[in-house]
């Protein structure tokens, strides 16, 4: 627990919404090419401690620490640059872009031409770069087909792919995935369990899942929330066996 | 046939610099979703800034680029002072909504303050660089000046440069994201309040433009009570609601409609109708197509 290169830990996070405490003294720690599961009952507080890393929402107190440094929790919009990549439960494509478009915009971050420059659309370079990454992006979460497609024409399946890959273009060192297998049929969780797999060669991955065989096969590590604390945490088997995570989730019927 | 003629060359002239206020509309609405009633007075505090250019180096050429710069610097203070501030302060509970459409209102008579306290309430003159007598086609004069020429080409130009910038460079998927979803593209790195003052000096460019064109096709003559200018935010805005509020194109087609419309009541119906028209216009839009004559009609904004 006490190494200080984990690639991304918090303490002692709490938030609040009102007087409703929503997370209480919560901590977690993810190691470099790790793959770590947040699994709980329905309002436990998975996403909002996914929303406070991401700056969508003020913990009332925390630390955080990126590659054992200490800083604060970060601005929604600085997120990319500290390589911290996100997807959202509800997807969220810019639906009158096409996929290539939404998968550059993941990669704005990279480009380097200033304002006056772009403004007379002389970045070209920058333009091609990172159109070129953004098409080899696709092309990882095997999607290359779909470039040209407006995004608001995709089959569901399609658009958890092309968020993916926005997410991917960033090159984050920690990929926050948000329900992944999240209403998808069984040949696609198969497929997203070996992507998930494979991105962990290269990153860290954070998901927050309700589909237990993809926790079990694919996390090392697992934080249990519950009530908005951390109930359990360790290996799937550990947390499998642990009598609070069994009362915890009987405890809500699930 | 001559008369109809004329009547389209007056009326695309005339929609041309509608559409200018119009794509200035909906870049701050696409930018920051809010319908700037300021916009006029924006336009007007850019053309006394042109004029102050016109009196210093004498020269149209460098007057219309110095306002167009001082429309975006205006613009930009603004949404970067008042605006930022506005919406943050009203982001909950029922004024939310409201309460920066009814702040650009406000702000709009402080425009014309500054104005009437810097320049005075006298009218002041502005002349444009070419001569506004039309070509003439035998012994007929055609309603078609070099000065409606340039206005054509100036505004044909920015256009195509706006449509470069968003379309094809990385700045303009920026500004487009951001106004899909700023809360995505926040997420997905794009510096959001940036993009928002950029969108509203874009507006501030555009609007300079309209004002000045706007003026040296009139008379010249403008005061802060300029009625042209009050015209120019009601026509703007019909161009921008017929457009769909949301796309540029729109903006352009919406301007290009009205102007035709408007120079065929007056042409064929009554001249009088000159203050009348644009407001029939507007209401009649309003009512019967709310969401926009051009454009995609699925509202996609939550």
Redesign the interface.
Known sequence: MSTNTAALRVEGVTVSFGGLRALNDVYFEIGRHEVVGLIGPNGAGKTTLFNALCGLVQPDHGTFFLDGKESAFPRTDNLVDLGIARTLQGVGLFGDLTVLENVMIGAQHLAQTGLISAALARNGKDENRIRERSRIALERVYAGGLAERRADTLSYPDTKRVAIARALVSEPSILMLDEPAGGLGTQDIEWMNLLIRNLSAQMSVLLVEHHMDVVMSVCSKLYVLNFGEVISSGSAETVRRDPAVIAAYLGTGA | MFQFINTILIGITAGAIYSLMAISIVLVWRSTRVINFAQAGMALLSTYIGYEAMVHFNSFWIALPVAMIGGAAVSAFIELVFMRLLVKRSSTGPIAAVAPIIATLGLLGLIKGVISTVWGGADVRLVGPVTNVGYSIGDKTLAFSPLKLLTLVTVVVLMLLLT??FQ????G??L??SA??P???????????FIRT?GWSLAGTSGAVAGMFQTINGNGAFSPESIEFSLLLITGFIAAVIGGLESLVGAVVGGLVLGLVISFVLMYVSGSLFFIAPFVILLIVLIIKPQGIVG?KVA?RA
Do not use: F, M, W
């Not at chain 2, 094809?168 to 700045?171: D, W």
């Not at chain 2, 809360?183 to 309040?193: M, N, P, Q, T, Y």
């Open positions: 470069v910038l094809r460079s990385s700045i998927l920026s487009r994201a899909y979803s809360e995505i593209a926040r997420l997905s790195g794009v510096k959001v309040d950029l995609t996609r």
